[in-house]
């Protein structure tokens, strides 16, 4: 079992910044990737950042972004304390959505797709305006 918790997130003027956190706690060991998913009314939920922490790679951390939030989304871990952050910049309205913390157990992670991921977090509310 793993369990999420997101925060962070807020209202912000399109332009502007913000940055999510997501505490992981449980049995965090397995976990290949770990991301950040978004979703809007009415629509599908969608990777926005990926990053793989399983053992395959031999590179470090590796990330992935969907070109619509690649340059002005960062995805980082903080390994010791199983804490995943999300910096957000130059956000723009079609950014609006609930942001979801997730992890994923198996091998396609990288792929963006929520399908994939087998733990949620509740989500947290990203208005920009």
């Known amino acids: 079992?793993?369990?999420?918790?997101?925060s962070g997130g807020g209202s912000v003027q399109?332009?502007?910044?913000?940055r999510l956190s997501c505490v992981a706690s449980g049995n965090?060991?397995?976990?290949?990737?770990?991301?950040?998913?978004r979703q809007s009314l009415g629509?599908?939920?969608e990777g926005v950042a990926i990053i793989y922490t399983g053992t395959k790679s031999v590179y470090g951390d590796t990330t992935y972004y969907p070109?619509?939030?690649?340059?002005?989304?960062?995805?980082?871990?903080?390994?010791?304390?199983?804490?995943?952050?999300?910096?957000m910049s130059?956000?723009?309205p079609e950014d609006t959505?609930?942001?979801?913390?997730?992890?994923?157990?198996?091998?396609?992670?990288y792929q963006l797709?929520?399908?994939?991921?087998?733990?949620?977090?509740?989500?947290t509310q990203v208005t920009v305006s």
């Open 1 to 6: 079992h793993v369990q999420l918790v997101e």
């Open 14 to 18: 399109a332009g502007g910044s913000l």
């Open 28 to 37: 965090t060991h397995n976990s290949n990737y770990m991301g950040w998913f």
């Open 43 to 45: 629509k599908q939920r």
């Open 67 to 87: 070109d619509s939030v690649k340059g002005r989304f960062t995805v980082s871990r903080d390994n010791a304390k199983n804490i995943l952050s999300l910096r």
């Open 90 to 92: 130059s956000l723009k």
């Open 97 to 109: 959505a609930m942001y979801y913390c997730a992890a994923d157990r198996g091998n396609f992670g």
């Open 113 to 123: 797709r929520a399908r994939t991921f087998d733990f949620w977090g509740q989500g």
